[in-house]
């Protein structure tokens, strides 16, 4: 087998690939923020994006990792949250999808990802992709062996303009085989004068995402992926808010 020695990535991710918060909590719920941080290593030139406003918006989740920690705050639950842009390979994508490290996102042509060799994408699948997985599957069966109930969610935000279009929802509940855990997060939610929708602004792709139908729906656990559209969470007081709304429901 080759391995990724010749990779010229190599010695690039030497920060951790996440960080782990509250990992001794005992309530069910495990908080996920597959996009949480926008960070490229300098050496990688912000993988040759020309816009300001692209790499502001296509390189992370804005907001999603201020609401995923106080969520976590507020219930005392553990959240797993990346360190690195999602543009160097996406965490909530299998690792072979197509679209895992991305060479277009949205309307943006991200150069750095567009001739990458075999041995680099190994590389970044092993630096970045593996450790945080085997972490969450760590997580998830060390509760489970005892005896533990384990839901998993995942913390995102949506732009509200997207292909040039603006998006009047407010938030999605994305699922699979949790119809009846999410619709008791969508009804929730709706209780509040917001506008709230199941399995948009996207839907759960069993071959496409990763963490709900693979930690959830293909263990049988309860399993939804939260989305805010971000000029919503730009605030400290939008941040409370929304953890506000979320929190009684998770
Ligand atoms: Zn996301």
Redesign the pocket.
């Known amino acids: 087998m080759p391995v990724c020695t010749d990779s010229v990535e190599l010695g690039l991710y030497t920060e951790p690939p996440y960080t782990l918060s509250r990992e001794a909590s005992e309530h069910p719920l495990i908080l996920v923020c ?2 949480a941080s926008r960070f490229i290593p300098p050496a990688l030139n912000d993988l040759g994006l020309d816009f300001e406003a692209a790499r502001e918006h296509i390189a992370w ?1 804005i907001g ?1 990792l201020a609401l995923a920690q106080r969520l976590s705050e507020i219930l005392g639950v553990t959240l797993l949250a990346a360190n690195y842009s ?1 543009l160097l390979i996406d965490l ?1 994508r299998p690792r072979h999808a197509p679209d895992s490290i991305p060479g277009q996102s949205e309307i943006y042509q991200v150069p750095g990802n567009q001739h990458l060799d075999e041995a680099t994408r190994e590389h970044r699948r092993q630096a970045l992709f593996k450790p945080f997985h085997t972490r969450l599957q760590t997580l998830i069966d060390e509760r489970v062996a005892r005896g533990q109930a384990v839901r998993v969610v ?1 913390i ?3 732009t509200p303009i997207y292909y040039g279009q603006p998006r009047p929802l407010e938030a999605g509940v994305l699922f699979g085989e949790a119809r009846q855990y999410a619709q008791r997060v969508i009804d929730g939610l709706s209780r509040h004068p917001l506008k709230v929708a199941g399995n948009q602004p996207y839907k759960i792709d069993p071959l496409g995402d990763m963490t709900v139908p693979v930690h959830g729906d293909a263990r049988g656990l309860e399993s939804v992926l939260i ?1 805010v559209r971000n000029d919503l969470l730009r605030t400290p007081e939008a941040i409370e808010r929304w953890a506000g709304y979320l929190a009684p429901l998770l």
């Open positions: 597959e996009h989740d999603a999602r909530n995942g995102h935000s949506f989305e």
